[in-house]
């Protein structure tokens, strides 16, 4: 259950002892009824103060006890949802959406309540954040949790509304607590140390921008990494290479979205990306006008998933062989992924690939495909090493959006056209 | 509808062509319709704003106008909710929690869902407290509203929980567009100008506190105006007097909350006060270590009109005569008061006065009155010039507020038991 | 000796008991030598705040004598004095640098040194100015202490060097404190109170800077006021004036700065104006780019005294008839001011004006002049209301600058040259 | 000649075009000349600017010939010397401080204006210490400099006088880029990286502080590290290890100064230490009171070198036999110190050792010496692994400092002195 290193280290070091009797520990249930059932705000704050930090060095099991008694024993007033029912049964037409608006208020779930109550405490919003991202680990396993989560889920999709988020761009003077973190969160192409992280936050071609919220300061919520270059790149060594020349910026044609990582397990569900890469475009195009190009540099994670389990006769593969051994040749996999980015489906007819499908939602363009573009194992295992742009291009991107999300369309190049068609 | 006088100036002096074609003003409704299917999370932005900025400018027909679409035409699937209703009712013991969750999220009104999206635009926030405060102006004559409200209420209630605010302090190097709301929003003792509330913020024994969001920067919610004396004062005038003897803040042995305001029209309901006072407190001693009295000077808003309006008999009464003309003699409002605090009313057992009920519930004990305390026109009219000391001991403010909460019992100093047993 | 309005009217509503006994106060000067003869640093920082505190609350008298001591007992140490010199004197020619800078440094008196070692308290900066402030007040009578102010001066010049200063907008967002001491500081065209500021200030089409020293936070050194405008104006009232029409930013053409205030009596002598008009020059032209055209409207503050005490036969006055009664009518005051800006001098050939001689040595030109222009009291006394346009060309700063410094030259636009001609 | 590491490589990766033509570079002093020509101050910065530039990517033969022609060409006006000089020789004795002044004033060599002028550019202090910094560097060998260095130092001891500093607590929150020059400049006791820091910045038992310049923001001048401890260490292993156990704040009893380090060269011979620690003392008493024992863990420097140079008969080396090999036993080699640094002088009396010259200076006390404490090579090399504690005892600071500075008494514990005596 995560914490920051720098946390977890200095918890290591220093000698706690216990600062309560644990005795009490698996009444943080019965703490929680007591602070429902409080009247006054203010006296509830250091209860609420309590079973948040007991919460926090509960052990594995102490905190599934206390989800399953949130997930049961924080119901509704069942005689008064009852009546709010027969009222919208019965409920003139006139009536009847606030009947139902009534019927809504009635069927609210107590946990609602009580993580409003517990988020009063300064702080909490992180350490609510964090139960969430327990509560996610083991919801896999415990399918009856799942209604809890929705709580949760609920809650956190009000309270980090984009209204409420701040963009920042974060650089080489930005707080190094900060920065650390970015390490740690990176989940595309790992940063390799302080250094490496320095060249991508610092170097004047290179930006770094993440949103953070106002009750989480320190702490990103998701952060994309830009590239600024001369051209549209076809391979991740082009970007992340410590003996690369620097360009300066005013020489740079293109923006390159190169990676882009979530970091708070806790808020999974909760879409920021859009709105980020949207903020980031912006941004660049004020500070530097003129600059017209935003594409980003991808990863393809379901190709070879998909390919070695595909069944016979799909036109995805038409022509392809599957390697038994190493992987496919740089141009044929170049030309396995154009066809399977445009062809290969979920049900409701969106796209297979989780990256394709969340950059064509935002309007993004399928604009290029490259083969030997990321000689990772990661790239291996994902792609047979190849990567795709995607290409924002502001004047389109509402129409790509409603064409893909109201009739599966995938908006691409005339190249990729007849590439996948070949 | 208010708005700062500044920015109204502002709006007065400058000559503002109308930026847009205001024909499809009718059209707010329909806009907020088209905002809530579209599936394109940014390009919703610029819709999003349009609506806000139209709205804000629309005359008070277009809006009440546009309340009745929202209160009528965003309600619940009913479909769906027909469907949950009946999952609830034949729902096993073990799953009626989760299914009356269900049930809950399938009575949500869209008008939830559409106030969450417009708030994704940077500043909405403001901008719907506005929208709010413009509602609850005209609520009184539309009953048929009250249900809209409640889906704001709900979700600034969520929006504005204690862990989301900032409490400043407010003083003379706060910005002057701060300063200048909080002349506006001062609601208990007119500030006179900028020289009296130069006093009020940057004498060295005076301070003022209030609670910001994040999202409304330089918008206070909630202040409250402190004065650090050597005694507890019996009169306002003692406190508000430009010709004052300051002390020095280390000479103080006593802190008095004597005006709390409220600033935001579309927040009513959504309680800061008592969060904000505890807050003050602690902050105080922490500063001020030693220091332990914390009382208000407060009025007694509710005390003549109860008094006028009494039926014969009423024992809060008893031994005291109506004045023809003029006042009561200080001693006899005084005493009266001691009575009307103590004894009035509501149903439920809470206390009649406002004010009494409201620091009665924040754990408070009922400390001293002052006849001739207030000698302003609001002051006469309101309590023929008898203000109240609340006294904030925080050793007792658990125990004070279960008795009032659960039994109705008003803590109260032996002055004055035996004022309002006489 | 001056004080910002604030703090002493705290002072006069703190009763102060004086801190310590004043019998050593006659002391000031010992406890200076005192401080010189310790080695150590920081033991001398608690006799330093002393010296500074004791100073401040001197009365006059007392800091006469002190000033007097100063210029006496903090000498030179001669006999290492007679040395250097005779070094110098009998120095070989490539010696003869380092021997005058030995002598440089052998004739320094003690009270540089005591300055800057007073200045090491946080805080003394603006207190060593204040100090300077009370002995410019009484040079005039006592020219004995002019060496003493000498050594004031050139430690200032030193510290508030341009490199030092930072340029800051001021705006309504600015900590009233300093807005405050802009409406205590306006030299030019008084500030009426707060509104008024709020328009200086804070209206679109008004900008205010300011230069301010790091070591003196919240203390305008000078600033100057800016109106963005249609049209070069040609009374100070098509600026200052509750009722005008405020213009959009991007719909200026030009930008007028009708106001420039030096705030600190004690840094007379060193010169800040030339720098910050460039930097606001310089700071708009980049962010509304396109904008071309800064003029000054400025006061002409020694035309009438000129005229008034003219010799028979000056030929600024040719053809002007001195008024008995009211003033001359506006054109002919305003030829006269064509005549008398361009032809008055003083001794070495610069502009007897002494606003014309700033905006001339800055590289700015006389570019109009315009009667019944400001009809305030002291526009008349000065004037007889006649106002400047002086502009400031980018491209040919230089080049007038150079004109003017080194022969006299008047930069001046055809139409004051033919005015000036008549 | 140094420059940040991150600069550095920077400017290393980018390829840099020459921004100008080379061929004026042997012109630096001429452009100097010209600029002290200029009476115009603005159009000067652009003059200054470029001569600044110029310097920074010359080479170091061109440095040096622009070090000679500014020794060299930038006297003094000799003929107002020579004036000035008879004045003051037949001054009257009322006369003779006012004639040593404008002797001196008149003596100043025009590099420091010149040094003024150039520093008007914002960011300009900064080069002009790297310059300083050059300066030094060749000094050694070229005596003839010194005179030039004189200047500079004049300069920035006014510059850089303590009342313009901030102190500022250095933490795990501080900007990255300054972070990195901490590891940079780390003088004593080498940061082995990122971890390390963050052990000795972000650690609740450790703390940073060091001095900064409003004109050099985010460049510390000089920096202090300090660990909390429950009793005086005796080794500095206690202190920098890794695997070390934490200790909660208030668990400590014992504040350390374990390491001091000067940033800038440029800024050689302006001291700023002995007010750091003061200042930090000051701190750390402020935010934890009761804590009140202030000791250094220091090295000996000059002990090896003293002892292996030693005249026969030395006092301080009675007793005690040069290895022949390795190093003397721990015993034997502490003993040696507290001989040392209580009998080994320099001439005037002060002590031999430069850092215990320095914290005797700031009356600080010789408080125990540990062998085997440092067993670094650099430890091993310098004092055979001795190190010493120097206690700050607020109370004795001023007395110790006088006796020393005075008498050259070193202040001792009775624990030391018998060690010594023995």
Request: proline fraction near 5%; charge should be negative.
């Amino acid at each position: 259950m995560a914490e920051s290193s720098f946390l977890s280290d200095i918890l290591r070091r220093v000698s706690v002892a216990p600062w309560r009797d644990s005795s009490r520990e698996a009444d943080l249930a019965s703490m929680c009824h007591e602070l429902l059932s409080e009247r006054s705000e203010a006296s509830g704050l250091i209860l609420a103060r309590e079973i948040l930090d007991r919460y926090e060095i509960s052990d594995d099991a102490a905190k599934v006890t206390f989800f399953e008694a949130l997930a049961r024993s924080f119901g509704v007033d069942r005689e008064a949802l009852t009546t709010a029912v027969a009222d919208w049964e019965h409920a003139s037409e006139d009536g009847v959406v606030d009947a139902a608006r009534r019927l809504h208020f009635a069927a609210e779930p107590q946990t609602q309540e009580l993580i409003r109550v517990l988020n009063r405490v300064p702080g909490a919003t992180a350490q609510l954040v964090r139960m969430r991202a327990d509560l996610l680990a083991i919801l896999p396993d415990r399918p009856d949790l799942r209604g809890l989560d929705t709580d949760f889920r609920h809650l956190f999709s009000s309270w980090f509304n984009r209204g409420f988020l701040e963009m920042q761009r974060i650089g080489w003077s930005t707080p190094a607590s900060v920065l650390e973190k970015v390490i740690a969160y990176e989940a595309v192409h790992e940063i390799a140390g302080w250094d490496d992280l320095r060249q991508r936050v610092g170097d004047p071609d290179r930006k770094l921008f993440g949103f953070f919220h106002p009750a989480m300061p320190g702490e990103p919520l998701i952060f994309v990494e830009v590239a600024l270059m001369v051209k549209i790149p076809g391979a991740i060594h082009d970007i992340i290479n410590p003996e690369r020349e620097m360009i300066a910026p005013e020489d740079a044609k293109v923006a390159v979205f190169y990676s882009i990582s979530n970091c708070q397990k806790g808020l999974r569900g909760i879409s920021f990306g859009n709105f980020l890469i949207k903020q980031v475009v912006a941004d660049i195009a004020q500070e530097l006008p003129g600059f017209d190009t935003f594409v980003t540099l991808s990863p393809v994670p379901g190709l070879r998933r998909y390919a070695e389990s595909a069944e016979e006769g799909d036109p995805v593969l038409e022509g392809f062989e599957l390697p038994q051994e190493g992987g496919p040749a740089p141009d044929a996999a170049r030309k396995l992924a154009a066809k399977y980015l445009t062809q290969a489906k979920r049900k409701g007819g969106t796209a297979y690939d989780p990256v394709a499908h969340f950059h064509l939602s935002n309007g993004a363009e399928f604009h290029d495909a490259h083969g030997a573009a990321d000689l990772s194992d990661t790239g291996q295992s994902n792609s047979w090493g190849v990567m795709v742009n995607y290409l924002y291009d502001p004047a389109k991107t509402e129409t790509n959006h409603h064409a893909y999300a109201n009739d599966g369309v995938v908006a691409m190049s005339s190249k990729m056209r007849s590439l996948a068609r070949k």
